[in-house]
């Protein structure tokens, strides 16, 4: 297995555009995990999903976040319109109720200019 | 509520010197403990987790329930061992397994 794949690496762009970044979790998995991370806050959970259902979305900070799992192998985080304190690291990580730990991705590193 | 915390954003050791990487949790039920480390701009890599009580690249953590407490050392540091490390409880509700991370702290390993 691959491990857990995103896309992009990197991402630049500009205020007010759309951004989406995408998740490809472990076969097999049915836990997927958000991440963000700063310098300031650290790493700080977005959402996950359960069975491509959301579970807990409290950690996406405004309207402007959102994400999808249309299925069991792809998930989608998506910020409309970005601004420039979303400048951050966008981690996924999957998992399942056998493993033990999560794991992550290489994430995203996303730059708002 | 579940919590972790770490006391220190920065650690800078000297290359041979010991190293602990204090972590402090906080929950009712049962815990399971880690730790992950980041290497710089790279993925977070589970290091090790207390129930397997293994040792990984020198590093290990014993779980102190009495002071509920998951340290992590490792009695010689190395320049390689730099990176931000994570201290992660899990627990488990009807839906599975969730993570809490602590703040991490960032390794120095100076040469």
């Known amino acids: 297995d691959a491990g857990v794949i995103q896309s992009p690496r990197h991402e630049v762009t500009e205020m007010g555009q759309e951004v989406t970044l995408r998740c490809k979790p472990i076969?097999?998995?049915?836990?997927l995990f958000w991440y963000r991370q700063t310098m300031m806050r650290g790493l700080e959970l977005l959402i996950y999903?359960?069975?491509?259902?959301?579970?807990?979305d409290s950690g996406m900070p405004e309207d402007r976040f959102s994400a999808k799992m249309p299925n069991a192998s792809f998930s989608t985080l998506k910020i409309q319109p970005s601004e420039p304190r979303d400048s951050a690291v966008y981690f996924c990580?999957?998992?399942?109720?056998?493993?033990?730990?999560?794991?992550f991705g290489s994430g995203t590193r996303l730059t708002v200019v | 509520a579940q919590r972790v915390t770490q006391p220190e954003k920065l650690l800078s050791v000297f290359k041979g010197a010991p190293v602990e990487l204090k972590c402090n949790y906080s929950?009712?039920?049962?815990?399971?403990l880690f730790w992950y480390v980041q290497y710089s701009r790279q993925r977070l890599q589970l290091l090790l987790r207390?129930?397997s009580r293994e040792s990984i690249k020198g590093f290990t953590a014993d779980l102190n329930k009495g002071e509920t407490s998951f340290h992590l050392k490792k009695p010689f540091a190395q320049e390689e061992d730099s990176a931000m490390y994570y201290c992660?409880?899990?627990?488990?509700?009807?839906?599975?397994?969730?993570?809490?991370f602590g703040p991490g702290t960032r390794l120095s390993v100076l040469p």
């Open positions: 929950y009712s039920g049962s815990p399971e």
């Open positions: 990580a999957s998992s399942s109720r056998r493993a033990s730990g999560y794991t």
């Open positions: 207390h129930i």
């Open positions: 076969s097999g998995h049915d836990y």
């Open positions: 992660a409880l899990s627990t488990r509700d009807n839906y599975g397994q969730n993570f809490v």
């Open positions: 999903f359960n069975n491509n259902v959301p579970i807990d």
